[in-house]
């Protein structure tokens, strides 16, 4: 173990040889973290977790639910770790302060709709948005009135919608969307650049905190070698950096590359 990481453990209270099992309950969310009968979990975080708890001496069980029966699980005592969480959900819980994914939010049109890009909000003046209720919009999105609201009981039912041109544009995952895309052979396109990134965290139960310092820094390592920015392009297509600090004109490899 290196010497640096073996003063943190001790400097926070933990064993530098500490071992034993934790639980990780998470809504599948490729390609961050996936699961399926032939491959079992995977995911650029699947493995970044994996590494970075394994420096810790700590093996991970990982187990592949909704949103609501992770949290169940949680409050019930039955989870130790729980991705894509926040302060609301499990506020006796420690949350980790560096992101290692994001919810990269882009523009998405009927696939004959006029846009060729995303300029900003304002390009949707008046037009229907497809508003799924029960999202947490990044605050630029969230705070933008200049447009009529269509509320949206489901994503995958925005999306048909969005393909019927019954709402002109939804706000959603770039990942998820394309997939679906894809699977229900919708007539919608991405605009690019993105819109917004918002940053997802582990929440650790109680009698855990102290473990979110120590995934930190050694997260906080990756990300000053590069090796964040690497990962990301290789696997996302994505530049973490360009996400990061909020470049969002430069987030996306391919948009990056195209003269």
Not at 212 to 224: G, H, K, P, Y
Request: net charge positive; proline share 6%; with cysteine.
């Amino acid at each position: 173990m290196p010497k640096l990481l073996t003063a943190l453990l001790l400097a926070v209270g933990l064993p530098a040889q500490a071992q034993g099992t934790l639980s990780v309950c998470y809504d599948d969310w490729a390609p961050y973290v996936t699961y399926n009968s032939r491959s079992g979990h995977s995911g650029l975080s699947f493995d970044l977790l994996n590494e970075i708890f394994g420096v810790m001496h700590y093996k991970l069980r990982f187990q592949s639910a909704t949103q609501e029966r992770c949290l169940a699980a949680a409050r019930a005592g039955k989870v130790d770790i729980m991705l894509f969480a926040d302060a609301e959900m499990l506020p006796k819980w420690q949350l980790s302060r560096v992101p290692m994914e994001f919810w990269l939010l882009a523009a998405w049109v009927p696939k004959d709709a006029p846009p060729s890009r995303f300029a900003s909000l304002a390009q949707f003046h008046g037009q229907r948005v497809g508003w799924v209720r029960d999202y947490i919009y990044p605050a630029p999105v969230q705070q933008f009135s200049g447009w009529q609201k269509v509320p949206i009981g489901d994503a995958i039912d925005g999306l048909r919608q969005l393909s019927a041109r019954r709402v002109d544009v939804m706000f959603e995952d770039v990942f998820w969307t394309e997939r679906m895309r894809r699977q229900h052979k919708l007539q919608i396109r991405m605009l690019t650049p993105l819109v917004a990134a918002q940053p997802q965290f582990l929440a650790l139960r109680p009698g855990l905190a102290k473990l979110a310092e120590v995934f930190d820094s050694e997260l906080n390592a990756r990300i000053r070698s590069g090796e964040m920015d690497l990962r990301y392009r290789a696997v996302l297509g994505v530049s973490y950096d360009a996400v990061r600090r909020g470049d969002y004109a430069r987030a996306l490899v391919a948009e990056t590359a195209t003269p």
